[in-house]
């Protein structure tokens, strides 16, 4: 368990209407952006704009670890590469387990998603170039957001509801891939790691239609259904983004595994994926620091405008 929470602590730490913006060091901070709203909570982004160099494009950051996530949580020091070269930094805070499950989760990154391409002008990005990244559960969001971005309804009474939610670019650490083989074939991970508190995350529910109350989800065929929905490995496609994906050899928490199967299947579809090991890396620092610079770079190559 501390083992646990030291890597959570590293991962989130590295890791309509606006507050006034902060300024600090070579970018500008707008805190508390609202990008949506549920059950009457509003949920909350930071925008980091670089003062010089910006280059059109936007990086979005899923503050996340565990599934997790806080406004405390957010620290530039995990994309202030991306700020140096120019990007636009979206640092999304989405509802946090234990209260809200996978299943909310995924809903408010395609929300994020949509109200950043809503806003594009506001925010001097180009809408079609945008990129996601985030470590551990930041990493799984980051992929569930490259395979399963969906077009906007044209028809949406909400404008923001009418973008896409679809990423130009994937590079992430150390993510979660499949919850049906975590390490080892038909081994489910529900909810039900050995050392990590996630059993909030796991939490499925659906309705009953006679009290409208919401009861657990308990059937294992059932939960196993869900659990694959929240598995990017199965969304994979051919019209997938290019990602990356960085992951130490010597992490305790996510199997390599995870990462080595999630890149051969996109290079399976003849989609541009890179998977990275870090030797002797951690879940955590060791691996971040390492990754970093690598994870520009693929931005770089993917969402950077090219001269003609």
Not at 180 to 204: D, R, S, Y
Request: charge should be positive.
């Amino acid at each position: 368990m501390r083992r646990f929470l030291a890597a959570i602590l590293v991962v989130l730490a590295v890791g309509a209407s606006f507050a006034p913006a902060q300024e600090a060091g070579g970018f500008t901070r707008k805190e508390d952006v609202i990008y949506g709203r549920k059950f009457g909570t509003a949920l909350t982004m930071d925008v980091f704009t670089p003062k010089k160099n910006a280059n059109g494009a936007g990086i979005i950051m899923c503050v996340s670890g565990g599934w997790f996530s806080n406004h405390e949580a957010i620290n530039v020091a995990f994309f202030k590469e991306f700020l140096k070269r120019g990007y636009v930094v979206f640092a999304v805070v989405h509802g946090s387990q234990p209260k809200f499950n996978l299943e909310e989760i995924t809903q408010d990154m395609h929300r994020a998603t949509r109200y950043i391409r809503a806003h594009a002008k506001e925010f001097n990005i180009d809408p079609n170039r945008i990129g996601i990244t985030g470590g551990s559960a930041g990493g799984h969001l980051s992929l569930m957001q490259g395979m399963t971005g969906k077009d906007g309804d044209p028809k949406a009474k909400d404008a923001v509801d009418r973008e896409s939610s679809r990423v130009q670019a994937v590079a992430c650490f150390f993510p979660a891939t499949d919850f049906l083989n975590w390490g080892e074939k038909g081994k489910l991970m529900l909810g039900t790691h050995p050392t990590v508190p996630v059993g909030g995350a796991f939490a499925f529910y659906e309705q009953n239609k006679k009290t409208l109350m919401l009861v657990p989800i308990t059937d294992e065929e059932n939960r196993k259904e869900i659990g694959k929905k929240m598995s990017p490995i199965y969304h994979v496609a051919s019209n997938s983004p290019p990602t990356l994906i960085v992951h130490g050899d010597k992490d305790p928490l996510v199997p390599l595994e995870q990462a080595e199967r999630m890149i051969a299947r996109l290079k399976e579809v003849g989609v541009p994926a890179e998977l990275d090991v870090k030797v002797g890396g951690d879940h955590g620092r060791i691996t971040i620091e390492y990754g970093l610079p690598k994870v520009a770079d693929w931005f770089d190559k993917y969402l950077k405008k090219t001269e003609k």
